[in-house]
């Protein structure tokens, strides 16, 4: 708890601040005490060692799993206790670690089927074919066509009526990240992006996480190991070990700090 | 097996694997002998199996062929010569050879059939020497009779040794045609048992279109079609199945490639050509095959509502029959004065939609607690809930209400809008009013289908946990489906309460849940299509729980076979007759992923 | 729908918001404990003085039971308790090891019991079971065990082994085939009438002094622990046993330590069925009438057994049994006849199924918590 830069009490609108989360499992703590904001249109990085806590905490916010003590605030309101979906209802999607999408379902309907909390056309609509029902559902196509279009040609064309499962797993990947911007949100948060990508493509997707903000607007949380990214992509930084934060500042300052560097390489044999 | 085509896009993962250039065919006797002693012997209990049951005595008397072959000695000819085919098969493994067919596969055929005939050779005789009558009811005089063709047990046991060995050669043998020969085959075979078992079907429509010269020819007058006119029957299928080959496919794919408005017209005149057949058909019916049909419609609906619970969300409901009983319990309250407590005695539409309100409110009151359940448990407890309300409707408890054991009798038929009255008298007006509410429930599973909704419930059933995290609220998007099933069953009800007069509450026994549910997975879950067809010919040729079907000698056994089939399909063909494409693709997920694996590419999730 | 920036604050301890299915369940909940209260409070105000205005109020034809019979119900719920919990052992070990519910297992009891009838019946023929019941029962014991193990590890290799790693529900609905498959094939086998086992001696018809019980119950209630405690000390402390419980803790590791997984599981079906095909011949001792229909409710109870103890939890299948018992034949008089409800008798099953549903309701992993393999804990 060395590095609490003044940066974090700075910023003026905080889009989602985390109190005191704790998440514990038995007696294991898998968060301690974990304070962070993110602001409107800013990229977080989270990373640390495997097993630091880093995808309990995008868990917890997307309330997967219970919160043991602690508050998540999301502009300003509560989300804690909340069901899963009203959390993504009210504008946190997520990627996962190891890509889940509806394997069977078409690239452009995992796309339209997310779009569910966004949309209200009910039973009697699409029994009665609605001019509201039809003019939605060319909505919910259309907008799910420009979402896939935003990743050039990889998943347009012929791909959108291909199962999902079909894909390569880069498109996979990339499909995963449609799907969370077509639930409309206003933060993403991105569980290891570019892992088992190949440098060309992480370079791409690298550029994909900026675009995201800057043209959707998005603020968003990465977890993510392949530090070029971090350097890349992150505002800010946030370091996790052992499900306590460890560092918090810019990616130069979290790179030099001592403490992340024992959490990565282990504490330094004293030479003799 | 062959990943499923994806219509004209080119295939990334799961093509079928290389075919291996065949070697030469093996010699004649380097059998898997274990493999056939196995098959041989899994063959021979079958048979003894289907000889106690008493299935070839009851069905001796129906007539395949007249004076050649009956049911009852057909059940005893499938099994030695399915042995016989199935020993011959090749796992085709890449990088291992397949050889191509020859005297081994015949000489293997022979020896499975020979086995599986040495069981009812042993049966023949031991018939003779010992007496089991005591707790097998079957051993009996009768079937000895049957077994030895009135002769001598020793008579008969070789004559069976002969027949399974010929049986399960000619399925040997099959394997050594061509696939237009083994086509022309299967489609005669098919042909003349399909002749006859629809012979009521096809008297009754020759007699309504007045051509009963016809159908005299074709069929003998007690029953079976004539020895010269199965022969004639045979040839002139073999000639189409030959001249004809891959017409079916052809069409099939210049459908398939339509586009955009042709196929919606395509789809159009198909649907106009199957409502004016099903509408003008029933004119030329009689009684009984129009009371077939209305049966065959009863299920249709049932089966489509559980479809939406089952195929669309994925949801294991084994008390679907609840739904129904109380379709039929409150129709008959609502509309027969028999109830002691409330007879409002309204008109049957009124009470319909009293019903349909009614069920849907029972759905939600069931469905609220199970809904979050793991899937097992889930069925498990709307199977307890099934048994609940019957027992309710049982109790004497409320037998004011529902009349308890004696159930409801002197319900009166179904008058719609003044014009007609729908009851059990005419049949003919059952199948009509059925047909309306399937039109309905195909119309409502399409629409709802291809709606957010049913987007929604595939995404359920892929992967809850992401479909939550998607924002989709899944207990109440499973709850709707539950729902909607529920009052498509109910409409099932109250007809079913029309047409019969009367409702007791042993017609809703957990049975009928699950012989709907064998309906739904035969035909292929997820399938409207499918679901249709399952029911046609499962209710339509075997029968429903308590209705006959055209075979109506396979009464006692009916329930034995929906098992069988049961557990068969879930074995060979999960995704059904006619399946859904991507339902297909999850039940053989484990198998693509291994298709995937060979051919090195990451396995999916 | 209610608000849920509202209520968050207000139910901070669970991970999930009230939505309108939550508050249906908890007014259910509520319900149904204010049901069960009242019927138990009528109950003891009856027993007092059926005079009092409470318990009038609550049913004016009330009687309440005499102690005689109060007990009665008690022991007849412990023996049938028993047969459920052997029977639960089967649910219990299956859906321990391989995560699916073996639907067919109630039929497994079902043959057990026909095998029972049609032994002991040759048995009397041969004037063998009255000459000598507890060697002729013994027999039968033997026999039926080795039958109704046959019988599951058939089942087994024929539609459950083809199916492992396919989605959990397969399995299920095959097992349900195989339930069906089961029971009409005793009805075209054997005939679809009802079957009585022989008459059985005095004593174990007649009621002892011991406590008031009838000699069958007894019998059933000693053999049921017996049976138990083999199969918790050949589960505990055998080699066979330990392999067990390494599948059902995660089947591919198991593997990779060298052991046979498939022989494992064909030894666990094995062995349930052979409680099954124990629990088959008491059932016969006890009722002395069989016919094709008997597996099925017992089969269901005695998986609401196993869920009740918690399922993959061999004390917790007895336990669970047990209770099931007791609940379906105390819980009809004790708490719907003080109410009102007429024929209560006929609602046995409705009972023993509203405690399935209650118990998933209140507590989903039973009373002691569930076993489960590692791929289907969440």
């Given at each position: 708890m060395t590095t609490q830069t003044t940066l974090t009490e700075a910023m003026p609108t905080a889009i989602l601040e985390t109190r005191n989360l704790s998440v514990s499992f038995g007696g294991l703590h898998a968060l301690e005490e974990l304070d962070m904001q993110v602001s409107q249109g800013e990229i977080v990085s989270v990373i640390g060692p495997n097993g630091a806590g880093k995808t309990t905490l995008f868990n917890a916010i997307t309330a997967t799993v219970d919160i043991s003590a602690g508050d998540i605030l999301f502009e300003g309101q509560s989300v804690r206790g909340l069901d899963p979906n009203k959390v993504t209802t009210r504008g946190i999607a997520r990627t996962f670690q190891n890509v889940r999408l509806f394997a069977n379902m078409s690239v452009l309907e995992n796309v339209m089927v997310s779009q569910h909390c966004r949309t209200k056309q009910h039973a009697f609509g699409a029994l009665l074919y609605t001019k509201a029902f039809r003019r939605e559902e060319a909505e919910i196509r259309q907008r799910a066509t420009e979402i896939l279009s935003f990743f050039g040609t990889r998943l347009i064309g012929y791909r959108m009526d291909q199962p999902a499962f079909s894909l390569s797993y880069a498109n996979r990947r990339r499909l995963e990240i449609a799907r969370a911007m077509a639930t409309q949100p206003k933060l993403i948060l991105l569980d290891e992006p570019v892992a088992g990508m190949n440098p060309v493509e992480t370079a791409e997707l690298t550029g994909m996480i900026r675009r995201l903000r800057d043209e959707w607007g998005f603020a968003i949380i990465v977890i993510e190991h392949d530090m070029g990214v971090v350097r890349e992509v992150s505002d800010r930084v946030v370091v996790l070990d052992h499900g306590v934060k460890i560092a918090e500042g810019s990616y130069e300052q979290v790179s030099k700090n001592s403490q992340v560097i024992e959490a990565y390489l282990g504490k330094g044999v004293p030479e003799k | 097996m062959s990943a499923p085509r994806v219509d004209g896009l080119p295939q990334q993962h799961g093509s079928p694997t290389q075919q291996m250039p065949l070697v030469a065919p093996r010699s004649a006797f380097a059998h898997d002998w274990t493999r056939i002693a196995r098959m041989g012997s899994i063959a021979a209990f079958g048979q003894v199996f289907i000889a106690l049951s008493n299935m070839p005595v009851r069905l001796d008397e129906r007539l395949i062929i007249?004076?050649?072959?009956?049911?009852g000695y057909l059940v005893l000819l499938i099994l030695p010569f399915a042995a016989g085919y199935r020993q011959g098969h090749q796992i085709r493994r890449e990088g291992v050879p397949t050889y191509s067919p020859g005297l081994n596969e015949v000489v293997g055929g022979f020896l499975c059939g020979a086995l599986a005939g040495a069981g009812l050779s042993l049966l023949t005789i031991l018939l003779t020497h010992f007496d089991l009558r005591d707790p097998l009811v079957n051993w009996s005089p009768m079937l000895l009779n049957l077994l030895s063709f009135d002769n001598s047990s020793w008579f008969g046991g070789v004559i069976w040794l002969a027949i399974g060995a010929a049986m399960g050669t000619a399925g040997g043998l099959l394997r050594l045609v061509g696939p237009t020969s083994r086509r022309a085959t299967i489609t005669i075979v098919l042909a003349v048992t399909g002749a006859a078992v629809l012979e009521s079907v096809v008297v009754d429509l020759a007699e309504g279109l007045g051509l009963e010269p016809l159908t005299d020819r074709l069929y003998h007058r007690r029953g079976g079609i004539n020895w010269n006119s199965a022969l004639g029957l045979a040839g002139l299928c073999g000639l189409l199945a030959v001249t004809g080959q891959g017409r079916l496919r052809q069409a099939k794919s210049f459908h398939a490639q339509l586009q955009g408005k042709q196929r919606t017209q395509a789809n159009g005149?198909?649907?106009?050509?199957t409502a004016t057949l099903l509408i003008v058909l029933p004119l030329f019916l009689g009684k009984l095959t129009n009371e077939l049909l209305a049966n065959v419609g009863l299920f249709v609906l049932l089966a489509l509502g559980l479809n939406i619970v089952v195929g669309l969300a994925g949801i294991l409901d084994l008390g679907y029959v609840a739904f129904f009983a109380v379709g039929s319990y409150t129709a008959a309250v609502l509309t027969s004065a028999t109830s002691s407590r409330i007879t409002p005695e309204i008109p049957w539409l009124a009470a319909l939609i009293v019903v349909v309100i009614l069920t849907g409110l029972v759905g939600l009151f069931i469905g609220a607690p199970v809904i979050r359940m793991r899937g097992d448990y889930l069925a498990i407890v709307t199977l307890g809930f099934g048994e609940i309300i019957r027992l309710l409707f049982l109790s004497d408890w409320l037998s004011g209400w529902f009349g308890g054991a004696?159930?409801?009798?002197?319900?009166?038929?179904?008058?719609?809008?003044?014009?007609?009255?729908?009851?059990?008298?005419?049949?003919?007006?059952?199948?009509?009013?059925?047909?309306?509410?399937?039109?309905?429930?195909?119309?409502?599973?399409?629409?709802?289908?291809?709606?957010?909704?049913?987007?929604?419930?595939?995404?359920?059933?892929?992967?809850?946990?992401?479909a939550e995290a998607m924002g989709i609220n899944t207990v109440n998007i499973k709850l709707l489906a539950f729902v909607v099933g529920a009052m498509l069953g109910s409409l099932s009800g109250a007809i079913f309460a029309a047409k019969v007069g009367s409702v007791f509450p042993s017609s809703f026994q957990i049975l009928v849940s699950i012989v709907i549910l064998v309906v739904v997975i035969f035909g292929?879950?997820?399938?409207?299509?499918?679901?249709?067809?399952?029911?046609?010919?499962?209710?339509?040729?075997?029968?429903?729980?308590?209705?006959?079907?055209?075979?109506?000698?396979?009464?006692?056994f009916k329930l034995l076979i929906y098992g069988a089939l049961l557990i068969w399909m879930m074995l060979a063909k999960p995704e059904g007759l006619i399946p859904n494409v991507r339902r297909t693709r999850e039940l053989h997920h484990h198998e693509m992923a291994q298709d995937a694996w060979l051919q090195g590419q990451p396995p999916r999730r | 729908m209610s608000q849920p920036g509202v209520l968050s604050r207000k139910a901070p301890r669970t991970g999930v918001s009230k939505t309108g299915v939550d508050w249906f369940l908890t007014v259910m909940r509520v319900a149904t404990l204010t049901l069960i209260c009242v019927g138990l409070l009528a109950f003891i105000a009856q027993e007092i003085n059926t005079n009092n205005p409470f318990a009038r109020w609550a049913n004016p034809d009330a009687t309440g039971l005499t102690g005689e019979q109060f007990w009665g119900l008690i022991v007849s719920g412990v023996s049938q308790g028993a047969m459920y919990g052997l029977i639960a052992l089967g649910y219990s070990m299956v859906y321990g090891v391989l995560g699916f519910i073996n639907f067919a297992h109630g039929e497994v009891f079902m043959v057990g019991a026909m095998t029972g009838m049609i032994t002991s019946n040759k048995l009397a023929d041969?004037?063998?079971?009255?000459?000598?019941?507890?060697?002729s029962l013994v027999f039968i014991i033997v026999i039926s065990i080795l039958v109704c193990a046959l019988t599951a590890v058939i089942m087994e290799r024929v539609a459950y082994r083809p199916l492992r790693g396919s989605p959990r529900l397969i399995p299920l609905i095959t097992s349900i085939g195989v339930s069906f498959f089961l029971q009409n094939a005793s009805v075209v086998l054997l005939g679809p009438g009802a079957k009585s086992y022989p008459n059985v001696p005095d004593w174990v018809k007649s009621k002892h002094t011991f406590l008031e019980i009838?000699?069958?119950?007894?019998?059933?209630i000693l053999v049921a622990a017996v049976s138990m405690i083999c199969l918790w000390y050949f589960v505990e402390r055998t080699k066979t046993g330990k392999a067990m419980r390494a599948v059902a803790e995660d089947a591919e590791i198991a593997e990779l330590m060298g052991i046979n997984v498939n022989r494992t599981i064909v030894k666990v079906f094995a062995l349930g069925g052979a409680m099954a095909g124990m629990a088959g011949i008491l059932w016969g001792i006890l009722f002395r009438s069989v016919i094709h229909t008997t597996g099925f409710l017992p089969g269901i109870k005695a998986f609401s057994a196993a869920v009740v103890g918690g399922i993959g939890h061999l004390g917790g299948a007895m336990a669970g049994g047990l209770s099931i018992g007791v609940a379906e034949s105390v819980g009809p008089l004790v708490i719907l006849e003080p109410l009102g409800v007429s024929g209560v008798s006929q609602l046995r099953d409705a009972v023993a199924f509203a405690v399935l549903i209650g118990v998933l309701l209140l507590r989903p992993s039973g009373l002691f918590g569930e076993r489960l393999p590692a791929e289907d804990r969440t």
């Open positions: - | 007249k004076p050649v072959l009956s049911l005149g198909l649907i106009i050509l004696q159930g409801f009798t002197k319900i009166p038929a179904a008058g719609i809008f003044g014009l007609t009255e729908v009851d059990g008298t005419d049949p003919r007006r059952v199948f009509y009013l059925v047909l309306a509410f399937c039109a309905l429930a195909i119309y409502v599973s399409w629409r709802l289908e291809r709606s957010r909704l049913g987007r929604a419930w595939m995404a359920v059933r892929e992967d809850e946990t992401v292929g879950m997820g399938n409207i299509v499918g679901v249709i067809a399952g029911a046609a010919v499962l209710i339509g040729v075997l029968g429903g729980p308590k209705q006959p079907g055209l075979l109506a000698e396979f009464a006692e | 041969a004037g063998l079971w009255e000459s000598n019941f507890v060697g009838e000699g069958a119950r007894i019998l059933v």
